[in-house]
């Protein structure tokens, strides 16, 4: 199998453990998201893998874009192609075939809450944190995230996160559907193996099956929605209020807006 910079891949059986490797906050870019892409797509065409586990080293699952450096790229209103790449790849996480699970440990924010909600399922710790910090950056929500987050935990407690930015911990997610299991920070990835490991036990044809008539319509809800979320972003990169929101959050500090 291919061998990536950023991820390492992991057999448990049926199961394949993909690791995200950028710790300590594994922070996100194209490259990240489309090596974790390819490596999905090649997983579909392994017959040994029958479930897919979304793990992460370090202190964080995905801390999302790094806005000291090589993140603030994806939201260039001058140059938008980084986040439409982006954006193409994220949709190719969505549209795997294979069930995933993810084991959250630790903060899962903004682009890396996107990419917390790929999973099917997710067994996370108490500690973990997950924030759609967007409005607090000045942005409209990207990956997905306006679509995806209402159908796991209902439109009004989404509505709460997408408008607020507020972080919820592990206990809450949990209470809200937004986590199936809530283990350990020790046991999360072993239990997300068990969990992977139970479906994988079941026939993977009607497992493959089921998932995907559970899913019907989400992909071309998401292309769709994703196409509105860039084209939000686009406008909303150019005001000054997402210039500010991208300092205050680099200095953990709120921002100063002026509705410019």
């Known amino acids: 199998m291919t061998t990536y910079k950023d991820i390492g891949v992991e057999w448990h059986g049926h199961v394949a453990v993909v690791e995200i490797q950028r710790p300590p906050l594994n922070f996100f870019d194209n490259a990240l998201i489309q090596q974790i892409a390819d490596c999905f797509e090649a997983l579909e065409q392994d017959d040994r893998c029958r479930a897919i586990v979304l793990a992460a080293q370090g202190k964080a699952f995905c801390a999302g874009a790094d806005f000291s450096s090589s993140g603030k790229a994806l939201f260039d209103p001058d140059?938008?192609?980084?986040?439409?790449?982006?954006?193409?790849?994220?949709?190719?996480?969505?549209?795997?075939?294979?069930?995933?699970?993810?084991?959250?440990?630790?903060?899962?924010?903004?682009?890396?809450?996107?990419?917390?909600?790929?999973?099917?399922?997710?067994?996370?710790?108490?500690?973990?944190?997950?924030?759609?910090?967007?409005?607090?950056?000045?942005?409209?929500?990207?990956?997905?995230?306006?679509?995806?987050?209402?159908?796991i935990i209902g439109a009004q407690k989404a509505n709460l996160m997408l408008l607020t930015g507020r972080?919820?911990?592990?206990?809450q997610a949990y209470e809200w559907g937004l986590a199936d299991q809530l283990s350990s920070a020790n046991s999360v990835r072993d239990d997300a193996i068990?969990?992977?490991t139970e479906i994988a036990e079941c026939a993977p044809?009607?497992?493959?099956?089921?998932?995907?008539?559970?899913?019907?319509?989400?992909?071309?809800?998401?292309?769709?929605?994703?196409?509105?979320?860039?084209?939000?972003?686009?406008?909303?990169?150019?005001?000054?209020?997402?210039?500010?929101?991208?300092?205050?959050?680099?200095?953990?500090?709120?921002?100063?807006f002026k509705r410019a």
Do not use: M
């Open 79 to 151: 140059s938008p192609e980084s986040a439409i790449r982006l954006y193409q790849n994220a949709i190719r996480l969505f549209d795997c075939k294979k069930p995933i699970v993810g084991a959250i440990h630790g903060a899962a924010v903004g682009g890396g809450l996107g990419l917390a909600l790929v999973p099917d399922f997710r067994v996370v710790a108490p500690e973990a944190r997950f924030a759609a910090n967007f409005v607090r950056l000045g942005i409209h929500p990207g990956f997905g995230i306006s679509s995806v987050l209402p159908r």
């Open 167 to 171: 972080r919820i911990n592990g206990e």
């Open 194 to 196: 068990a969990l992977a």
């Open 205 to 256: 044809l009607a497992v493959e099956s089921t998932r995907a008539t559970a899913r019907v319509g989400l992909i071309d809800e998401l292309r769709e929605r994703v196409k509105h979320e860039f084209s939000e972003q686009v406008w909303l990169a150019k005001t000054k209020d997402h210039q500010e929101g991208a300092r205050a959050v680099s200095e953990r500090r709120l921002g100063e």
